[in-house]
């Protein structure tokens, strides 16, 4: 079964920028739909972007124009932009397949933005 190890997550000044990469720990390129998630303190992990084999992203909408999601199957890598960062952007980040192939949680990667 395949493994997720989040990075880059970190302290930002809001309307500052991170970029959050997910190492897999084999190859990615046979999963259809990839996706970054994220879990604030007392709330319900969400899914904030999701990537297809064929390069095709969707947002949620509070995160569209801000966050940009990318996979480099090559690598068995997912990236995550994240550009002007808001305060209710503070979460643990995960990455993960998304479906019926899903896999165990990472530990994930924690953004906090604080001013």
């Known amino acids: 079964q395949v493994q997720f190890v989040e990075s880059g997550g970190g302290l930002v000044q809001p309307g500052g920028s991170l970029r959050l990469s997910c190492l897999a720990s084999?190859?990615?390129?046979?999963?259809?739909?990839m996706g970054w998630y994220r879990q604030a303190l007392g709330t319900e992990r969400e899914l904030v972007a999701a990537?297809?084999?064929?390069?095709?992203?969707n947002y949620k909408d509070s995160v569209k124009g801000r966050f940009t999601i990318s996979r480099d199957n090559a690598k068995n890598t997912l990236h995550l932009q994240l550009d002007s960062l808001k305060l209710e952007d503070t979460a643990v980040y995960y990455c993960?397949?998304?479906?019926?192939?899903?896999?165990?949680w990472g530990q994930g990667t924690q953004v906090t933005v604080s001013s």
């Open positions: 993960n397949i998304i479906g019926p192939n899903s896999v165990s």
């Open positions: 084999g190859s990615i390129s046979s999963f259809y739909v």
């Open positions: 990537i297809f084999s064929d390069g095709r992203s």
